[in-house]
């Protein structure tokens, strides 16, 4: 309740500069009292959520494009489908924060206009900034009930729904991503949910890839990560709906004791050791498994480092199983990308962190079809006639029309590999 009552002309304490009958005052004479428990709490949640979008429309205008487009980061799409804008929203104004120092819409509006709030949509207001977006199992349905089972906090709940969320009894096998508001007495969702059939391990799926995100993370409890990560979860959770793999370009670094390399070096040339080497340059051997791979996937051998390169959750693990085989007593890798970390690398690890980079351009590169080629991948033009000297002059061209230091860097890189690649 505010703390002095409001002439219907006097200006709104809430510092929109209009009138509190042209504001606030539909809100906060809200008469809740008789309507059901979920219309009750879902209007409260409505209300406050209009006023957000009132207050800061103007200020909000500049950040939601960049929100928008990191929020959309891990997803298959590009583009955030219309029926989904609820979701985003939510992120918008509550977990999204416009820099470091400032802290999330719902919560600057809490501190600031908190007290003129009537007492249930300023608890509102504190359940939608305390919400976080998880992963729900189901596990039972009642008549306008549904019992949940939080996948990564490994809490119950019985979220009460409206009827387009009515599930069927034997439906046991749905995950449901949302942003669950548990009140005092009753839990709601904000805003939409998405469902997900998990008959084909896309349970097994996301629980992989949220440990793998806790991993990068270790500093952060698996509340606050959810609540930190909303984004890259949505993403797991699209890829999964989506049947397709998530592409994490993890690269890590394990330091090696002397000798320590040549003795793995031994392991891994020797027949049946499940590697081929793709090429030795600049004192590095690079390995990559036997087979069909479903990325990239590198092990490469320094003097005094391993660096393990996966682009495919599967390959990450199998690779660093690899690695702690080979290295029992060590304390273990040192991530130095990926694609789910919002710093780029450590400064010590630039220079590992362009070379892997440019031999993964290099294997895209050189299985693309190029018009200079004759419209063949460099793959193939290697086994022409006068093939290498083919991509040498589209090379050197290439060279000659660039300012760019990187790309020269590049060619340079390709030109190595396409020496070694004719010389083996």
């Known amino acids: 309740m505010a703390k002095k009552s409001v002439g219907r002309n006097e200006p709104c304490p809430c510092g929109s500069g209009k009138k509190y009958k042209k504001c606030c005052q539909d809100i906060m004479d809200l008469d809740i009292s008789s309507i059901d428990p979920f219309s009750r709490h879902n209007e409260i949640v409505t209300s406050m959520k209009m006023k957000l979008d009132n207050y800061y429309q103007g200020e909000i205008k500049k950040y939601r494009r960049e929100a928008q487009v990191f929020f959309m980061s891990h997803a298959v799409e590009d583009l955030l489908p219309?029926?989904?804008?609820?979701?985003?929203?939510?992120?918008?104004?509550?977990?999204?924060?416009?820099?470091?120092?400032?802290?999330?819409?719902?919560?600057?509006?809490?501190?600031?206009?908190?007290?003129?709030?009537?007492?249930?949509?300023?608890?509102?207001?504190?359940?939608?900034?305390?919400?976080?977006?998880?992963?729900?199992?189901?596990?039972?349905?009642?008549?306008?009930?549904?019992?949940?089972?939080?996948?990564?906090?490994?809490?119950?709940?019985?979220?009460?729904?409206?009827?387009?969320?009515?599930?069927?009894?034997?439906?046991?096998?749905?995950?449901?991503?949302?942003?669950?508001?548990?009140?005092?007495?009753?839990?709601?969702?904000?805003?939409?949910?998405?469902?997900?059939?998990?008959?084909?391990?896309?349970?097994?799926?996301?629980?992989?890839?949220v440990r793998y995100l806790h991993h990068l993370y270790p500093d952060l409890d698996i509340h606050s990560l959810l609540k930190d990560k909303g984004p890259v979860l949505y993403g797991i959770f699209n890829h999964a709906q989506k049947k397709q793999l998530l592409n994490l370009h993890d690269y890590r670094v394990t330091a090696l004791t002397p000798g320590a390399s040549d003795a793995i070096a031994k392991t891994i040339c020797r027949s049946g050791s499940g590697y081929d080497l793709v090429h030795d340059l600049a004192g590095k051997l690079w390995f990559k498994p036997q087979g069909e791979n479903r990325g990239y996937v590198r092990l490469v051998l320094a003097p005094d480092h391993v660096l393990s390169c996966a682009d495919v959750l599967e390959d990450v693990l199998w690779l660093e199983q690899q690695v702690q085989e080979w290295l029992p007593e060590n304390d273990g890798a040192i991530a130095i990308n990926s694609q789910l970390l919002?710093?780029?690398?450590?400064?010590?690890?630039?220079?590992?962190?362009?070379?892997?980079?440019?031999?993964?351009?290099?294997?895209?590169?050189?299985?693309?079809?190029h018009r200079e080629l004759k419209g063949l991948p460099p793959q193939e033009m290697l086994q022409q006639e006068d093939g290498v000297l083919e991509i040498q002059r589209l090379l050197e061209q290439v060279e000659k029309d660039t300012s760019n230091d990187e790309v020269k860097e590049f060619v340079h890189y390709i030109k190595q590999r396409i020496e070694y690649a004719a010389g083996s």
């Open 82 to 209: 219309r029926d989904q804008e609820t979701i985003f929203s939510d992120y918008l104004w509550f977990d999204f924060h416009p820099s470091p120092t400032l802290t999330t819409w719902g919560m600057k509006y809490l501190d600031t206009h908190g007290e003129f709030l009537n007492p249930h949509l300023r608890k509102g207001l504190e359940v939608l900034s305390a919400s976080y977006l998880s992963v729900y199992q189901l596990t039972g349905v009642e008549t306008g009930r549904i019992l949940l089972r939080d996948l990564f906090l490994h809490k119950d709940y019985t979220a009460t729904t409206p009827e387009a969320l009515e599930l069927e009894t034997g439906q046991e096998d749905i995950l449901i991503l949302g942003r669950l508001l548990p009140f005092d007495d009753i839990n709601i969702f904000s805003g939409m949910v998405l469902a997900l059939s998990s008959k084909a391990g896309e349970t097994e799926f996301i629980r992989q890839h």
């Open 342 to 369: 919002d710093s780029p690398p450590d400064q010590q690890w630039l220079e590992e962190w362009f070379t892997l980079s440019k031999d993964r351009e290099f294997e895209k590169w050189f299985i693309t079809p």
